[in-house]
């Protein structure tokens, strides 16, 4: 039983660690440290930099956080499988 | 009809609405005052998530800042949507699973000590009071510019309808009100900004319209307007004034902020279950994103118009809001060359910064002021940045049924996050000073009754914030996202993930992170603020930024003392154990 609740746990850690890992990169990779690099590259009337940091960043976290949602639910019907069985 | 009379149907329509669904969702116990006897859906308790996140500050202020601050305002966006990542995979599905009452409880049970919930009281009523003064602000701006009654007034009627469905209704009657509330402001939100942006560009959605180019020329918005202030003599819209540590530190002390606050978090106990919590906090930055991501837009295009509209215009055919704002005193102009046109450019118009106007009129109907002119500068106008998104609609030349609808939804915003704020306020009082630590016999009624009580005291108090609306209120919003990031993010996410955390290691921790983020703050904001910039700031953060130092401090000296000192008892092992299992 404590074995199969690290297993979940270090499954659990592996989501959240990637998922964090989009999320800086996203915000303040892109919107800050990288914004005025990226700001060469044009879109549109936007400057890449710049849009990652008012508009593309906060989309990214839509979507982390929707994928986050769906990953825990494979997650947790993996692991209650596991048990019924 | 008059926008007067729309504005009086509008707000009438949206406030007997608010009654209604107060009378309709009573709490009869603990469990419903709480927590909406955790029964709350998933996309409802989304909503009233956003609609308690979504203040006055994010309705009224933010478009207005970054049309002002320009790249630099992005450290609002991100940091007040990134938080929300942190929030979903960090804490809320597991405070879920604790499944108790309030922030203080997890922090008292799981550092095993009333020490620990006592200061997480005291932190959460210095947060959220301060957030609380702000809202009052935004009520009274509202009224005092839309219905044309007093601001003491406004807030008095304001006050009067969060006590009727915060007492009656606890977290149950917030949580229905605030589903409205939520969807009166993002409509009020959108329907202006798509208007304004087919005006300008020919483009639906505003997201898009902030690319594109404008209707009248091939000229892309953006680069019109960086060339434009960039004449102006301001920085290029597009690009940072803020150097890129502080822009870090200010961003993450906003994200940190959020997702450490009180009033936030425990919206995620309302929910049935941990699948549920997670999935709300998706549903919750969705609704948020929708107005995160027009605001920017709404920001582009209001600094756009107000250029067109004022630059150079003869102030005795300039624009009627122009003259109404300035009779409410958050714009003023003074007549620097004496050519009878108003100059807008970069710097501040005025000596002293704010204008104070004396009874007079001038040559040209303008109100005199005290203030001696900066001559350091061109500029010849004062412009309160909280008018923009109110004045935005009027600027473009929209109908009166839209204005109407942007002062209905401002008081949605700020009410929903005054009634948030006033619940996590009471709730802490009557739970976890009075049940949990000073008055553990009184059952579950009299409790209730305890809760209903401080409520109105606090509702009472925040009104006080509102006649009186202290000189700070400003300089202060700084304090609740510093400190709850460097007090309350670390405790909540160490708690969870790191089982060897102690009480000592957790009561420091917080400490120290109080009191370094509180002693910067003051010091730069109240006891020296003359030397309040990057020369004297520590590495170049600002006070809005520093928090996250706190915060880093706070983990240092958590996990340091908790190393030196005895591991925590085998119970609250076993609570992290049951916390981290869905």
Redesign the interface.
Known sequence: MNEK?NK??KA?LKI?IS??II?FIS??GF???F??YL?QIK?????LG??F???G???I??I???L??WL??RL?KKFSEEEDS | MTTQLLTYIFVGATFTLYIGIALWSRAKSTNDFYVAGKGVHPIANGMATAADWMSAASFLSMAGLIAFLGKDGSVYLMGWTGGYVLLALLLAPYLRKFGKFTVPDFIGERYYSSTARKLAVVCLIFISFTYIAGQMRGVGIVFSRFLEVDINTGVIVGMAIVFFYAVLGGMKGITYTQVAQYCVLIFAYLVPAIFISILMTGEVIPQIGFGSTLVDSPIYLLDKLDQVTRDLGFVAYTENVKTNIDIFCITAALMFGTAGLPHVIVRFFTVPSVGAARQSAGYALIFIALLYTTAPAVSAFARMNLIDSIQDQPYSTSPNWFKNWEEIGLIAWQDKNEDGKIKYSSGNALEDIKPKYLDERGEYGERLLQNKPNLSNENEIYIDRDIIVLANPEIAQLPGWVIALVAAGGLAAALSTAAGLLLVISSSVSHDLLKKTYMPQITEKQELRYARMSAAVAIGIAGIFGIYPPAFVAQVVAFAFGLAAATFFPALFLGIFYKRLNKEGAITGMLLGLIFTASYIIYFKFINPEINNSDFWFMGISPEGIGSVGMLLNFIIALSVSSLTKPPPDEVLELVDDIRRP
């Open positions: 609740n979940y746990w659990n959240v998922l964090l999320w915000s303040f919107g800050i440290i914004s005025d700001d879109f549109g009337g936007f400057k710049f849009w940091a008012q508009q960043s906060i989309y976290f839509v982390l956080v929707f986050y949602v825990m639910k947790d």
